[in-house]
């Protein structure tokens, strides 16, 4: 058992002292020293694994556990009220997967999902860029930007509910002032899907772009100057030194916007407050967490409900995997391109430092 | 360095110069691509700006109207006076001010909980050595990405089992670590503890708890006051345990939403209530927001 914390009576004086060879101080010294002695040894062994023991003690208890025995449920016929009937192994999955209702919801949730992440990556790195520039005012900007973040779910649901109303919502009311058809954004499949989409993009946008800003300043001006002693102007330097520089953070908001993205539910189920079906009337954007509840709570069929969270999470699971696996192959690529190209870059810097009378350097690359 | 401003200004700065001594607010030759930003710019931020705040306008709009305000053609533009009175109507329809006092108590103990404990475990992975350490490191990592609430089934049926449906209890317990907290204050202790800092009190005689409370937790404060911030707005805005376990004492969200869920559904009402329940965050917004921008763009680094 190495530690780097020496525990210091271990260690220090009192050690030979108890193995002094006169008799009488040694017992009495011992009595007094050792209990002490061991004591510490026990807090410097045994401390660290108290410190985490609530975390993993309480983290077994409330996610792993749950998770496991969700897989126990899905093998049975488990009905919310009869409680666990019999064994069916595998039924439950081979229902779902033939269930197009599963299937529905599945395609709602990628649909939603894509028409949120794709738009909203966009116009976060767009604001970011536009927030990493020499502006005035900084804080009052970032802070207007993240605004929408500290509306919660359910307030944005109920807003945008009314902003997308086929009636007498916003939007719908300009689009007849214009005379333009209104839109069925709450009855039509592709309407409701983009309504849903823009209120994950009103709320995290700001948010994805703070991050986003955060890994571009921390991309060293160097490379910004040398791009720039090399004729980049500030869109190509955006394109070929800022975007390159910040993928694994594009990365990990990727990451984070799939696996929140794949388990949406308050914006869905309060779209529509008419309609007692969660997910609309015809299921029209009824996403796989919404469709699970439905199951388990609604219909009462636990065993079902189980199997259709089992799938959720091995996809889940699955995307998040194939991202990390992505992004440590394009981070090991990147890496070796960009630490080449940046000593490229450097080196011409310093080149064109040496001689700083002469014109920019020519094309090197 | 004025060499390299030289030949930035002279290279790629033309246009920039030209633009910059038309506005006048540029300054050419002065700070290479440092320079101050044109109208464009400010275009821009102006209209994310209005996309960010005017829903919650146009809630608050209609929220102090009456129904009427949402049937004009065109959107109306200034508050009306009867937001106190919808207000009203949003108390008679749900327990607020129980609703308000259960998301406190719900949003704190997590909150408590989760800071705690992460700091704890994040002070033991990032500056103690014991046996299975990197094991038990790797599981945390890979727990990050496990979807938990997907766990729901087997929870509602042990808060059944244990009859804790409807009490804060079943809302508190399954979100009382999270395996984030931990990897984030590991992250943050890792670098900012020296091991000679921790050493120096062990040999001054200090006990491995103590060490721990004098050095490791005052160097946490930062990273603590962070992950405080955002598990308080996690635990804030989650609709969907609260929703199953205790729709009768309801959290905050869970009661918002009961606005909608009634017969004849009042929008103005419903909005009233919208920008109440919103206030108290707005509220964290103005003392922590500068806590919250750091706190995102930390997380970024980190992650």
Known sequence: MTSTITPPTEAGAPEPRGRHPRKAARTTMRADLTPRQRLNRWDVKYSPYLYVAPFFVLFGLIGLFPLVYTFVVSLNDWNLLTGPGEWVGFQNFTDELQSPLFWNSLFNTFSIFLLSAVPQLIAAIVIAAVLDQNIRAKTFWRLSVILPYVVTPVAVTLIFSNIFGEKYGLINNLLTTFGADPVMWKTETLPSHLAIATMVNWRWTGYNALILLAAMQAVPRDVHEAAAIDGAGAVRRFFSVTIPSIRPTIIFVIITATIGGLQIFTEPKLFNATSSIPGGPQRQYQTTVLYLWDLAFNRQDFGKAAAVAWMLFIIVVAIGLINFWLSRRIAGVEARTSKRRTRRRLDAHAAARAEASAPTPEERA | MTATKA?????????????????????????????????????????????????????????????????????????????????????????????LGNSII?????????????????????????????????????????????????LFML??????????????????????????????????????????????????ISTFWHVGVPAARPAMAILGLFTFMTAWTDYLWPLLVAPQNPTLQVALSQLQSARYVDYSVVLAGAVLATLPLLILFVIAGKQLISGIMAGAVKG
């Open chain 2, 7 to 99: 030949i930035v200004t002279s290279g790629s700065g033309d246009r920039a110069a030209s633009r910059g001594s038309r506005d006048g607010r540029g300054r050419p030759g002065g700070q290479g691509i440092e320079r101050r930003p044109g109208w464009l710019t400010y275009t821009l931020l102006g209209v994310f700006f209005v996309a960010g705040a005017y829903p919650l306008y146009w809630s608050f709009v209609v929220g102090s109207s009456d129904s009427s305000a949402l049937t004009s053609t065109w959107p109306p533009l200034l508050p009306g006076g009867r937001f106190w009175q919808n207000v009203g109507e949003v108390f008679d329809t749900v327990p607020f001010w129980l609703a």
């Open chain 2, 106 to 154: 719900v949003a704190t103990v997590i909150t408590v909980s989760v800071v705690v404990f992460s700091t704890l475990a994040g002070y033991a992975f990032a500056k103690l050595r014991f046996r299975g350490r990197e094991g038990l490191m790797v599981f945390v990592i890979a727990t990050l990405a496990v979807p938990t609430q997907l766990g729901i089934i087997p």
């Open chain 2, 159 to 208: 808060m059944k089992q244990f009859g804790w449906t409807g009490t804060l209890g079943a809302v508190i317990v399954p979100t009382l670590v999270t395996a984030f907290g931990v990897f984030f204050m590991r992250q943050y202790l890792v670098d900012v503890i020296p091991d000679e800092l921790i050493e120096a009190a062990r040999v001054d005689g200090a006990s491995m």
